[in-house]
């Protein structure tokens, strides 16, 4: 079973870098399940398309297991069943040996910025650049999965 392991921060957006130099994603997704036992997301990036499963959290872990999925039929997914989407650019920064997955919120979400770290354990040590901010990792209201709830 695939594990996820994750910090997710708030920035300090006037210290961020000169993001136009890093790799962006453009990002829309919608869920069909938002139980927390079973989160079932939908999530278009840039051309390809993916189903995601998410088990229940246990500190910064849960399980996630994600699998491609025909754009058509994301789509489809997506206006069949009428889901709210969110949308988000994702610029991928390398900083010393990790990588930050900085999500820059779209529409009703403009001006929220989240930055999220994959980790190998969740007690491993890292380093964070001077424009990481508050850790809120286990702060419900900043899951995407509620962000689209409200």
Not at 16 to 31: A, F, H, M, R, S
Not at 68 to 87: G, K, W
Not at 127 to 150: H, Q, R
Request: proline residues 4%.
């Amino acid at each position: 079973m695939a594990t996820e392991i994750e910090r997710k921060y708030l920035v300090h957006k006037h210290l961020l870098p000169n993001l136009d130099v890093y790799k962006c994603d453009t990002i829309i997704q919608g869920y069909l399940s938002i139980n927390p036992e079973l989160t079932v997301r939908v999530r278009i990036k840039n051309d390809r398309a993916y189903l995601t499963f998410k088990g229940p959290r246990q500190g910064f872990s849960r399980t996630e297991i994600e699998f491609p999925v025909d754009l058509a039929v994301a789509e489809d997914l997506i206006s069949s069943f009428q889901l709210t989407l969110l949308s988000k650019k994702r610029y991928t920064i390398p900083f010393k040996e990790i990588f930050i997955e900085l999500d820059v919120f779209e529409q009703k979400f403009e001006g929220l910025i989240l930055a999220e770290i994959e980790m190998r354990s969740e007690k491993q040590a890292i380093e964070l650049p001077e424009w990481i901010a508050e850790d809120v990792s286990l702060k419900e209201e900043y899951y995407n999965v509620n962000l689209i709830k409200s």
